[in-house]
């Protein structure tokens, strides 16, 4: 096999599928650390993979020999071409030997490679299979907003991911660590089906991070009980999907909260940021103070002495409201840097239930919803 490609062209699609390898993948499948070349024509074919997302990508080559398969160490591949200058170079590759060269303007050099019949197969779709088509803005921005909110703790699997309801005339992003939860939901979204599917954190990450921004068309997702299958016009994601029931996030959210604060979203995120840095490190407690003109927030740590306090102008729909209610200040941050509106409102009845935080402004079709669970005031 022998082909010539441009080094920059070849590298950039490299990096996007190798960000699919995990360490803790290799770790249990050494093969998975390698790189699937395969050639058919002058189309080249790059394959990555975990145990349970697979990225692929494609690209034209000039092919001078056969046509073949081949496997490379991820770091054997990638990191002499990320110094090369953008140039064409040339690989060649004995299957007999499993020698392989590639030579560049200057200078060439010679690695191992493996044979491709190791590598594990594509997940193939079987059963009932669904299709929904979207724009990759929309996935990209349903996916970003509700992300941060995802579970870290894997002794409950399903709350690691990005849940995705899908309806007939919308399509609903969810995420949840049991503290707070971010509800997206896009109307712009149109399918002829109603189900729903639960996406790993890793899966969301290589959507999110490396493959959706590179695209601006659409993206046919394809999907059964076990794995959903992301198509863009240059790389496919094959992505093993969370196993269990999500839990009804609807009955969580309060439909009745009483008192509507509306205030200037930079304004509040700088003042908790801020203050949180005085807290209690274990805790992480600040509280607000809400009146019908502001909302004070403060913190303090009664082990090193230190506290702070600043106030933010609001204003409230109701004249006579007095809130004291407290919240641990990295779900405040999370909640409020995931939204783009100038300001937002805090919608709460007392300080035991959630509280909700909501943009004032949103994109034609959209809605964004955060949840906060308010943590307990000591000696109140």
Do not use: W
Request: charged share 20%.
């Amino acid at each position: 096999m022998k082909f010539t490609v441009p080094s920059n062209e070849l590298m950039q699609h490299l990096q996007a599928c190798a960000r699919a390898i995990s360490p803790k993948s290799t770790t249990a499948m050494p093969v998975l650390g390698s790189i699937f070349f395969s050639i058919e024509g002058n189309v080249l074919t790059l394959t990555a993979a975990d145990i349970a997302n697979r990225v692929t990508t494609s690209l034209e080559v000039n092919n001078h020999g056969e046509n073949g398969a081949f496997l490379v160490a991820e770091r054997m591949i990638l990191d002499p071409i990320k110094e090369l200058a953008d140039q064409p170079i040339e690989v060649s590759v004995n299957s007999e030997s499993h020698d392989a060269l590639i030579t560049y303007n200057n200078g060439q050099y010679s690695f191992v490679v493996d044979s491709a019949e190791v590598y594990p197969a594509a997940p193939v779709l079987e059963g009932n299979i669904q299709k929904v088509e979207l724009t990759a803005e929309q996935l990209l921005n349903g996916l970003s907003a509700t992300q941060n909110a995802t579970s870290k703790d894997e002794r409950r699997p399903i709350m690691t991911g990005v849940h995705l309801d899908i309806f007939e005339d919308n399509m609903v992003f969810v995420a949840s660590d049991g503290h707070i939860l971010i509800k997206y939901t896009d109307h712009n979204i149109k399918s002829n089906i109603r189900t729903s599917f639960c996406l790993s954190d890793r899966a969301t990450t290589l959507l999110t991070k490396t493959l959706l921004p590179r695209e601006d068309g659409n993206v046919l997702l394809s999907f059964n009980h076990e794995y959903a299958i992301f198509e863009l016009s240059g790389y496919t994601l094959s992505a093993r999907l969370l196993e269990g029931r999500y839990p009804n996030y609807n009955s969580v959210i309060p439909a009745d909260n009483p008192y509507a604060i509306t205030v200037d979203r930079i304004s509040l995120f700088s003042a908790i940021k801020r203050v949180s840095v005085f807290a209690n490190q274990a805790s992480g407690l600040i509280r607000l103070e809400i009146n019908r003109e502001q909302i004070k927030i403060s913190a303090n740590d009664v082990d090193f002495s230190i506290a702070a306090e600043e106030r933010v102008p609001a204003s409230c729909s109701v004249e006579d409201v007095n809130i004291r209610i407290g919240f641990d200040s990295s779900m405040l941050i999370t909640m409020l840097q995931n939204m783009d509106s100038e300001q937002v409102t805090i919608c709460l009845a007392d300080q035991t239930r959630a509280g909700l935080i909501l943009p004032t402004e949103t994109p034609d079709g959209i809605e964004l919803c955060g949840l906060v669970i308010p943590m307990k005031l000591i000696g109140e």
